[in-house]
């Protein structure tokens, strides 16, 4: 079944955790979809995790297009959200909607995703306005990473734990249908998670938000340049990939592969008259 705006806003009510997860290519986003994860991210992560950047400053609307279009292809039932990269949304609220309509349009995202709390909510309404469900982001927003000086948990004294909560509020009121919180004390995200109608999906905000969303790089232990304290590999496939790239290389050498069942045949009579 579909997973849509409905389905997820239901799970939050039924106490049923929401997963999501991130792909960003064909192949991957139709094993996630097959795996089950409600929602699949197409996440500007893309840009450190695929492309090899130190952080997401880089990536561009064409990026975005080009990853979000191959993973609509793949996800027939999961909810795919896509990231509306740096500066396609913080210049203007014009330039909002134009850029969350090319990723609906071009791109065929169910939904766009966008960092900020209060000081976007005239964005996110906006968006909304045009029928395009907004996913907000609050609390570690990696775009901002040179103004908050590195990747640091927010929310943790009584000021920014307060203006995290107006931004959660803020995001629901201007109309967002989701909030991702990322680096976010446990208990904090609880109560924002409570106190929200709209479902908290947590990335570093502990066990009580109404979903979870991990980059599958890093769940699947894929990416070795940097894991942060919240990731759980549950699968070694950067091991196995490792692995099962090094039996090529071996069997390649030894000539044990191709072996004749990876060969196409032709009558010897064909081969000993070209000679
Ligand atoms: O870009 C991304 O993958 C994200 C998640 C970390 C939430 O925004």
Not at 231 to 244: P, S, T
Request: proline share 3%.
């Amino acid at each position: 079944m579909k997973n849509t705006v409905l389905t997820l806003q239901k799970q939050k009510e039924e106490k049923d955790k929401i997963v999501m997860v991130t792909a960003y290519d064909y192949t991957t986003a139709k094993i996630m979809d097959e795996a089950g994860v409600n929602t699949i991210l197409v996440g500007d992560s893309l840009g450190m995790v695929m492309l090899g950047y130190e952080d997401t400053l880089s990536v561009t609307m064409e990026d975005m297009i080009h990853h979000t279009a191959a993973v609509a292809r793949g996800a027939k039932n999961a909810f795919v959200v896509a990231d509306m990269p740096f500066m396609s949304y913080q210049t203007s609220v014009y330039d909002a909607v134009v850029n969350a309509g090319r990723l609906m349009k071009e791109g065929r995202a169910n939904a766009v995703k966008l960092e900020g709390g209060v000081d976007f909510a005239p964005h996110i309404e906006a968006i909304v306005k045009a029928s395009i469900p907004v996913v907000a982001h609050i609390g570690l927003t990696p775009q901002s990473v040179n103004a908050f000086g590195g990747f640091k948990v927010q929310g943790k004294d009584m000021e920014a734990a307060k203006r995290l909560i107006e931004d959660a509020k803020a995001v629901e009121a201007a109309g967002a249908c989701m909030v991702v919180m990322e680096c976010v004390p446990a208990k904090l995200a609880e109560k924002i998670s409570a106190e929200l109608a709209i479902p908290t999906i947590g990335i570093g905000a502990g066990p009580d938000c109404d979903g979870q969303v991990l980059v599958y790089q890093d769940l699947l232990a894929m990416y070795g340049d940097f894991r942060p304290k919240f990731v759980k590999v549950f699968a070694n496939v950067g091991d196995v990939m490792r692995e099962g790239v090094k039996a090529y290389i071996e069997e390649t050498k030894a000539q044990t592969f191709p072996a004749a069942e990876h060969c196409f045949k032709i009558d010897d009579s064909v081969i000993e008259k070209l000679y």
